[in-house]
């Protein structure tokens, strides 16, 4: 599960794996394609590459 703040519908909630939409490997880390319980698209940046501003506040292209 991730924890994921949705800046669409404004909540803060628990996505599930199955919500998963893709993931992408990069420099950067690893981002995390969801789509949220609204149905917007978010993305999460996790990994050790990741610092931690970036993976509380994901700035991805392939999120949009």
Request: charged share 0%; glycine share 12%.
């Given at each position: 599960m991730f924890d994921h703040?949705?800046?669409?519908?404004?909540k803060r909630q628990l996505l599930f794996p199955s919500q998963i939409t893709g993931m992408v490997n990069d420099e950067h880390g690893i981002t995390v394609l969801l789509t949220c319980w609204c149905g917007a698209p978010?993305?999460?940046r996790t990994g050790r590459a990741a610092t931690s501003s970036a993976a509380r506040e994901p700035e991805h292209a392939l999120a949009s």
């Open positions: 703040h949705c800046p669409t519908c404004g978010a993305a999460i």
